[in-house]
């Protein structure tokens, strides 16, 4: 995010061995989230039955994830370990608005889903968002998006010292400006979706786990209550995820904003570098979280990886995301005998799992 100046010289040069340490953590971050965060789009978009309204949602957050991934983190590393830009004027611009831009289209998909969770689960009788209203809700995150980020490109600039250049914004009050709009910045993408999100997901988890679904008397109630707990288990974790690696970056901007001792501590690069990987790696949990957590993410990165000796593909996998859905008591003969096969060597998997489907998303 917000790039500041340490000072006229570059009091920050690293040993050779600490830069390539540092170096591979912030490749391995990369690599993994923009892999990942393209085969979950790819997942999404080649599968007629992923595009519900909840994977809409996280197509957004896997788009906003790998954007930020692929033009931020190496850049932030490289400046944050040398102290030095290089990149010209126009990055420079770019590379402070961006990710405030992107984090900001994150989080607030994940608040999208939950409220989604929120009307599909306490509220099943109302209709659902179509898919036009869907495109537009992420239409306008990314509007509001690029208003809240847009003092960071009309702002930054570069400037040649007698030892560096450095790119940074030029606040009209320097010190208090950045401060106040950082402050800004933690309440709008961090405190508030949470507390959204928080009062969401409780509510949520106390009807799913502590009560009967309103409205819902299938046939298939407990298949349906197991789908619709998984799909809000995974949702918790993503969210946790996401405010566990942004809590230490937001903790450093405001403790360095109010002590400005602080950014003339010895080892502050290296804790700079620390919070900063730990934010910029959350780019790259929500495909883990999604292939561990979810059968049909599972499935679909299974065929990315068929390749691999040790990844098998069974017929169970290669229905998990075929457009029709499979009803167990209504399957041909030759699906129950793929089916009974499989059961075999998957356990107690022999009936497709509804999360994510178009009734629950």
């Known amino acids: 995010m917000e790039n500041t100046t340490r000072g006229l010289t570059n009091q920050f040069v690293q040993p050779p061995w600490r830069v390539a340490l540092w170096s591979v953590a912030y490749s391995t971050v990369l690599a993994v989230a923009v892999f990942g965060n393209l085969i979950v789009i790819w997942i999404i978009l080649a599968h007629k039955r992923m595009r519900t309204v909840t994977?809409?949602?996280?197509?957004?957050?896997?788009?906003?994830?790998?954007?930020?991934?692929?033009f931020n983190t190496l850049i932030n590393f490289i400046y944050a370990a040398h102290g030095e830009w290089y990149f010209g004027q126009v990055y420079c611009r770019f590379h402070n608005f961006f990710p405030v831009t992107a984090v900001f289209a994150s989080i607030y998909s994940m608040t999208a889903i939950a409220i989604d969770r929120y009307m599909a689960i306490i509220h099943p009788m109302k209709p659902r968002?179509?898919?036009?209203?869907?495109?537009?809700?992420?239409?306008?995150?990314?509007?509001?998006?690029?208003?809240?980020?847009?003092?960071?490109?009309?702002?930054?600039?570069?400037?040649?010292?007698?030892?560096?250049?450095?790119?940074?914004?030029?606040?009209?009050?320097?010190?208090?400006?950045?401060?106040?709009?950082?402050?800004?910045?933690?309440?709008?993408?961090?405190?508030?979706?949470?507390?959204?999100m928080g009062i969401t997901y409780t509510i949520v988890g106390v009807t799913l786990w502590g009560g009967e679904i309103p409205g819902d008397s299938s046939d298939n109630y407990q298949g349906q209550l197991q789908a619709k707990r998984k799909?809000?288990?995974?949702?918790?974790?993503?969210?946790?995820?996401?405010?566990?690696?942004?809590?230490?970056?937001?903790?450093?901007?405001?403790?360095?904003?109010?002590?400005?001792?602080?950014?003339?501590w010895k080892y502050i690069q290296q804790v700079y570098l620390s919070v900063l990987w730990l934010a910029m790696s959350s780019t790259m949990y929500n495909p883990i979280i999604y292939c561990c957590l979810n059968s049909r993410f599972r499935a679909g990165f299974k065929q990315v990886f068929r390749w691999c000796p040790f990844v098998r593909v069974s017929s169970y996998d290669e229905l998990e995301l075929q457009s029709t859905r499979l009803r167990p008591c209504h399957q041909s003969s030759v699906c129950t005998s793929i089916l009974s096969k499989d059961k075999s060597t998957r356990g107690n998997r022999s009936k497709p799992n509804s999360e994510l489907n178009n009734k629950d998303s």
Not at 147 to 162: D, E, G, K, N
Not at 180 to 190: A, G, N
């Open 55 to 70: 994977n809409y949602f996280l197509l957004n957050l896997a788009f906003s994830d790998v954007s930020m991934a692929a």
């Open 129 to 196: 968002l179509p898919a036009k209203a869907t495109l537009g809700v992420i239409v306008c995150i990314w509007s509001l998006a690029v208003v809240l980020a847009f003092p960071l490109c009309y702002f930054s600039t570069i400037r040649t010292l007698p030892q560096r250049t450095v790119c940074y914004v030029a606040w009209p009050r320097m010190a208090e400006d950045s401060f106040m709009y950082h402050i800004i910045v933690t309440v709008l993408v961090y405190i508030l979706p949470l507390v959204v």
């Open 231 to 264: 799909v809000v288990k995974m949702m918790i974790i993503v969210v946790v995820t996401f405010a566990l690696c942004w809590l230490p970056y937001h903790v450093y901007f405001i403790a360095t904003g109010l002590n400005k001792r602080l950014s003339k």
